[in-house]
């Protein structure tokens, strides 16, 4: 994951490097309080998605 600070349902998308694949939530930097069944996050085909939980976007960002 990026150095970004990370939470769920925050109004910027948690930003995934190709190098960083596969994307799941909740991620490790999210509290214990929001945490949920981990899902990944399919990004190849659309470059974002979004977990189907808690609403966390997420994008593929070259790098």
């Not at 799941?24 to 977990?51: D, F, Q």
């Amino acid at each position: 994951m990026t150095d970004t600070k990370e939470q769920a349902n925050t109004s910027e998308p948690v930003q995934i490097k190709a190098s960083e694949l596969p994307a799941y939530c909740p991620t490790e930097k999210m509290g214990l309080w929001n945490s949920h069944p981990r899902v990944y996050i399919s990004l190849e085909a659309e470059k974002h998605g979004s977990c189907p939980y808690c609403g966390t976007q997420f994008e593929l960002i070259e790098g």
